[in-house]
């Protein structure tokens, strides 16, 4: 079993390093441990060495894993694709949301948001890379599900996420997330109070944060490589 630890520690020293290359506070850019497919003892682990907000694809695996780390007090965010038949569980059992690319699901997650919790994080999601199958909405949409998703009660509009194609060169990827970027910045000219923008895993963090990412969501070199 790799050292949780000792990876965590690594990535940290990553993020400095690409933050201070980009002149920016690496005190702007969250961590978020990307745990799916990993087993509870592990998360626990990375707790143990100071990590909080964890990220989990499958709706069922977290909630068997939040019951069995109930004693800790871990900030649980959803990044797999969102079906209609699962925001009930999302809404109730997670911090945040970061793969948000329907108004319908938007408006099902603030329904099922209990009153007497916080409101729902979310972000929306982005396709800027052209493929359809990882999901996310179009760039011409976003000003319109934006504006719509920031007036549901229950949900907090926090920011945008993307994935760029990961077979994609790394001048396309920085690209993906300099659009991203870019989009961010427009939305909060628009006065949408913004402060997130969910970008960067374990092969090109350094790239984000070049762009201004202010969240990466890191399993591999957390975890180790997922079989
Ligand atoms: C699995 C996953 C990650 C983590 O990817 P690594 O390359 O293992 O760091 C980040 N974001 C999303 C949406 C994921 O599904």
Redesign the pocket.
């Known amino acids: 079993m790799p050292n949780i630890a000792q990876a965590l520690e690594k990535v940290h020293e990553r993020i400095a390093a690409a933050a201070q290359a980009a002149g920016r506070d690496p005190d702007e850019i969250r961590l ?1 441990a ?1 745990s ?1 497919t990993k087993p509870p003892e592990m998360i626990r682990e990375a707790w143990e060495a100071g990590q909080r907000a964890f ?1 989990e ?1 499958y709706v069922k695996e977290a909630l068997s894993k939040m019951d069995a780390l109930d004693d800790l007090v871990i900030e649980w965010h959803y ?2 694709r969102i079906q209609g038949n699962k925001t009930r569980d999302i809404a109730r059992h997670f911090a945040w949301v ?2 948000l690319d329907k108004l319908k699901h938007a408006r099902q997650l603030s329904e099922y948001r209990g009153e007497s919790r916080p409101p729902l994080n979310c972000c929306i999601q982005v396709n800027l890379s052209g493929e359809h199958s990882k999901g996310g909405i179009e760039a011409d949409i976003l000003p319109e599900l934006a504006q719509a998703v920031s007036r549901l009660p229950r949900l907090e509009l926090r920011g945008l ?1 993307t ?1 760029p194609d ?1 077979s994609g060169s790394r001048e396309e990827q920085a690209e993906v997330f300099e659009q991203l970027a870019e989009l961010f910045g427009q939305l909060r000219k628009q006065g949408l109070p913004l402060d997130t923008l ?1 970008m960067g ?5 350094e790239l984000a944060i070049a762009a201004g990412s202010t969240m ?8 180790g ?2 079989n």
């Open positions: 978020l990307v799916k990220g694809n990044i797999g970061h793969g996420m994935l990961p969910s895993m374990s092969g090109d963090l990466v969501r890191i399993g591999t070199d957390i975890f490589p997922r």
